[in-house]
């Protein structure tokens, strides 16, 4: 059984037992139990769907451009490239790499202050390993989120572990400065106006508490429950999630803002056809005035 489909079903579960508290929960028969079940399940994973996809909230990046040279980790260390965030965080970085030689390698990104190696260690990424033949965008994540400060100078440094084979990260290798709040950086010294292919930014996971509402909105109409106090509840779940986000960087809240506009908009149109167009409007009146 998919894991999602799992916690689904866990949550229609508890959605259950939660709905049983109000006094108006009385399922005629067992079947009916499980249609609203089965209906709140549906309800569940498709919207769950929409919004478990995940979503990358892109800061800085360096991509796009055609051929570039491969420098080889090894040789170059120490190698990687300094940026300039608007963001106040980061937790993942994109870097393009290759393999040299038969075998596997290992590799982890390092996040320091400065715009070059040498300062304050701020965050180490999950190590990534890769096998032969490998070409292509290398993820790295980072289990906690790396303070940043807008505007400041930040390096990334790329690792490869001793027992790793030879492996190669990607520039653009033009006479162009192709991103100009920083450069590529190896042996050390700054390779201006080279930069490597990459991407930094936060992962975007809009939060699951307004899923479970939604979840209960739809268990509470099922069961001819009072709909306005249903969907009031659900908007309230929502309006929650937006002051939450309104404490990040505009630039990531708008991204993330959007995600649960798309969820509202299903959700509504699901249950409350009659609203949805009317709410929807006001949902994004709500979310611009707590964004600005």
Not at 114 to 140: E, P, R, Y
Not at 178 to 203: A, C, H, K, T
Not at 235 to 245: G, H, L, P, R
């Given at each position: 059984m998919k894991k999602s489909t799992s916690v689904a079903m866990i949550s229609v579960a508890a959605s259950l037992r939660f709905a049983q508290g109000f006094p108006n929960f009385r399922p005629r028969s067992a079947s009916r139990s499980l249609t609203i079940a089965a209906a709140a399940l549906f309800l569940f994973g498709t919207v769950g769907g929409l919004s478990?996809?995940?979503?990358?909230?892109?800061?800085?990046?360096?991509?796009?451009?055609?051929?570039?040279?491969?420098?080889?980790?090894?040789?170059?260390?120490?190698?990687?490239?300094?940026?300039?965030?608007?963001?106040?965080?980061?937790?993942?970085?994109?870097?393009?790499?290759?393999?040299?030689?038969?075998?596997?390698?290992?590799?982890?990104?390092?996040?320091?202050?400065?715009?070059?190696?040498?300062?304050?260690?701020?965050?180490?990424?999950?190590?990534?390993?890769?096998?032969?033949?490998?070409?292509?965008?290398?993820?790295?994540?980072f289990s906690s989120d790396v303070p940043l400060a807008p505007s400041g100078a930040y390096a990334m440094e790329l690792f490869e572990t001793p027992s790793s084979v030879a492996w190669g990260v990607r520039d653009d290798a033009t006479l162009v400065d192709?991103?100009?709040?920083?450069?590529?950086?190896?042996?050390?010294?700054?390779?201006?106006?080279?930069?490597?292919?990459?991407?930094?930014?936060?992962?975007?996971?809009?939060?699951?508490?307004?899923?479970?509402?939604?979840?209960?909105?739809?268990?509470?109409?099922?069961?001819?429950?009072?709909?306005?106090?249903?969907?009031?509840?659900?908007?309230?779940?929502?309006?929650?999630?937006?002051?939450?986000?309104?404490?990040?960087?505009?630039?990531?809240a708008l991204q993330r803002c959007r995600a649960m506009k798309a969820l509202f908009r299903a959700v509504l149109t699901a249950l409350w056809p009659d609203q949805a167009h009317y709410q929807a409007r006001a949902f994004g009146q709500f979310a611009k005035e707590k964004l600005t």
């Open positions: 478990a996809a995940t979503v990358y909230g892109i800061d800085q990046q360096n991509v796009g451009f055609p051929g570039g040279t491969t420098r080889n980790i090894q040789a170059f260390a120490p190698i990687g490239q300094s940026f300039t965030p608007t963001f106040p965080s980061l937790n993942f970085v994109d870097l393009y790499t290759q393999s040299f030689a038969v075998g596997s390698a290992t590799l982890y990104v390092e996040i320091s202050s400065g715009s070059s190696f040498g300062g304050t260690l701020l965050g180490t990424s999950d190590a990534v390993t890769l096998t032969s033949s490998f070409l292509g965008v290398t993820h790295f994540s192709l991103y100009s709040r920083g450069n590529e950086i190896f042996l050390g010294s700054s390779q201006f106006p080279n930069d490597l292919y990459f991407v930094e930014g936060e992962v975007v996971e809009p939060g699951t508490f307004f899923l479970l509402g939604g979840s209960l909105a739809a268990l509470l109409v099922l069961k001819n429950s009072n709909r306005a106090s249903a969907m009031h509840r659900f908007i309230a779940a929502i309006k929650s999630e937006v002051v939450k986000t309104s404490s990040v960087s505009r630039r990531l």
